[in-house]
Nanobody, 126 residues
Framework: VQLQASGGGTVQAGASLGLSCAAS????????VGWFRQAPGKERDLVAA????????YYADSAKGRFTLSGDNAKASVSLQLSSLKPEDTAVYYC????????????????????WGQGTLVTVSS
């Protein structure tokens, strides 16, 4: 699976932005796609994840109520809609795919992910 993340940019606080992760290769519906982010000087953390076979979702506390995931198996893509953005959301956002057979409990474990896309930078100005 090859992943291509897109949609980053610079916005003002309070604005919205949509990120997209497009996949090519193997059967996409057998994966869970996670969105991670890494802010300057900080570790990379899971923001949200979606299991594509049943669209089960997970959101980190920082994302709940503001970020929304959606998946499209036919198009092999996952979108992350960011809203009510804050300066602390500034980070490089990465999408990654983990095989479902590894288990939902592993979605926060970066080392368990099979494939990674390149990052896309989101900058939120105050």
């Amino acid at each position: 699976v090859q992943l291509q993340a897109s949609g980053g940019g610079t916005v003002q606080a309070g604005a919205s932005l949509g990120l997209s992760c497009a996949a090519s290769g193997r059967t996409f519906s057998r994966y869970t796609v996670g969105w991670f982010r890494q802010a300057p000087g900080k570790e990379r953390d899971l923001v949200a994840a979606i299991r594509l076979r049943d669209m089960l979702t997970y959101y980190a506390d920082s994302a709940k109520g503001r970020f929304t995931l959606s998946g499209d198996n036919a198009k092999a893509s996952v979108s992350l809609q960011l809203s009510s953005l804050k300066p602390e959301d500034t980070a490089v956002y990465y999408c990654a795919a983990i095989e479902d057979r590894k288990g939902w409990s592993r979605i926060s474990d970066q080392d368990s992910y099979n494939y990674w896309g390149q990052g896309t930078l989101v900058t939120v100005s105050s």
